[in-house]
C-alpha cells in the first residue's frame, strides 16, 4: 500500500456540493442555555437580595446597585439576639439522611424482587406502589396526628424518618426497578453458581453496577425529605422542627423581613444544592440509564 495520504471527501448532495452544515445542535445548545438562566435567574436575585438592607431589598424596582451587607445572614444565625437555627438544621439532616438511608434498604431488595427476579403480576405490585401517592397529604394528616398523640410521639424527630421513609419508598420501588432491569442477568446467576447468597448479590454484585441508578433515587428522596412542609408543621414543635418550619416563622404579623428570608432561604437550599452538585454526574447517569439502547 502507497503512503499517499487518503482524504476524505465531504458528505455531498446530488449536485456534488457538501451538503449545508445542521444548525440543530446549536439551536438546541442555545435553549438549553436559555432554559438554565431562566431557572438561574430567581436564585441569583435571593442570593442578590440576601446581601442587601431591608429597606434597600423593600424597593419597588429593586436596587440593584444598593450596598451590600451581612445583617440578614446575622439575624438568621441568630448573633442579634434571634433564636438558632442549627437545632433546625440538624433535624432536617437527621430526618432526611436516616429516612433516605432506610429507602434504599428496603427499596433495593423490593426492586430486586419486581425486576430481576419478577414476582407474579409484578406491574399491578408498581400500580400499587405508585397509586399511594395519589392520596391527598392532607387527607392522612388528621389520623397520622391522632397516633402521634396517643403514641407519644408529637415534637418527635424519628416520627418524622418514618413517616418521610414510607412517603418516598413508592417512587423509589418504581425508579429503581427501572434501573435494575437493565442489570444482566448472567452476571446474577455466576455469582450464584459461585456460592454467594442474596445479601452479596445485592451488595456487591447489582448495587455497583446500578450505583447512577442509586444515587440518583437518593438525592430525589433526599430532596423531598429536606422540602417536607406539612408534616413537619403540624407533628413537631420546639425539640424537632425542621428547616422549612424555622424558615416560616420569619413571616410574622409584623410584616415580611425580605432580606432575612432572603438569607434564610439561601442558607436552608444549600445542602440540597450541594448535593445535587456533587451528584450530578450519577443523577444524569441514573435519570437516563435505559433511555438509549
Request: charged share 10%; with cysteine; glycine share 8%.
Amino acid at each position: 500500500m502507497s503512503a499517499t495520504a487518503i482524504r476524505v471527501r465531504p458528505r455531498s448532495t446530488e449536485s456534488g456540493q457538501p451538503g449545508p452544515r445542521r444548525p440543530r445542535g446549536r439551536g438546541l445548545g442555545l435553549v438549553a442555555w436559555l432554559a438554565g438562566i431562566v431557572f438561574f435567574l430567581p436564585i441569583a436575585w435571593m442570593a442578590l437580595t440576601s446581601f442587601h438592607s431591608e429597606e434597600d431589598a423593600a424597593t419597588n424596582p429593586p436596587s440593584f446597585g444598593a450596598a451590600l451587607t451581612l445583617d440578614g445572614y446575622r439575624e438568621f444565625f441568630g448573633t442579634g439576639g434571634g433564636a438558632s437555627p442549627w437545632p433546625s438544621l440538624i433535624n432536617s439532616t437527621v430526618a432526611s439522611l436516616a429516612s433516605t438511608l432506610l429507602v434504599l434498604l428496603l427499596a433495593l431488595p423490593a426492586a430486586y424482587a419486581l425486576s430481576i427476579r419478577p414476582v407474579k403480576k409484578w406491574t399491578d405490585v408498581l400500580f400499587f406502589f405508585l397509586s399511594t401517592k395519589m392520596l391527598p397529604v392532607v387527607a392522612g394528616l388528621l389520623p397520622i396526628y391522632l397516633f402521634a398523640k396517643n403514641t407519644g410521639m408529637l415534637d418527635n424527630i424519628w416520627l418524622l424518618v418514618i413517616l418521610y421513609t414510607s412517603m418516598n419508598l413508592p417512587i423509589a420501588v418504581w425508579m429503581m426497578q427501572s434501573f435494575l432491569s437493565e442489570v444482566p442477568v448472567a452476571i446474577i446467576e455466576a455469582a450464584q453458581i459461585d456460592g454467594a447468597k442474596l445479601p452479596t448479590i445485592l451488595a456487591r454484585v447489582v448495587a455497583p453496577i446500578a450505583l447512577p441508578g442509586i444515587a440518583a433515587t437518593a438525592l430525589i428522596c433526599f430532596i423531598f425529605s429536606w422540602n417536607e412542609l406539612l408534616f413537619a408543621r403540624v407533628l413537631t414543635g420546639v425539640v424537632a422542627e425542621t428547616a422549612p418550619v424555622f424558615l416560616t416563622g420569619f413571616i410574622t404579623s409584623q410584616g415580611l423581613f425580605l432580606a432575612k428570608v432572603c438569607a434564610a432561604s439561601l442558607v436552608i437550599s444549600l445542602p440540597v444544592l450541594a448535593a445535587g452538585f456533587a451528584a450530578q454526574d450519577k443523577l444524569v447517569q441514573g435519570l437516563s440509564l435505559g433511555a438509549v439502547k
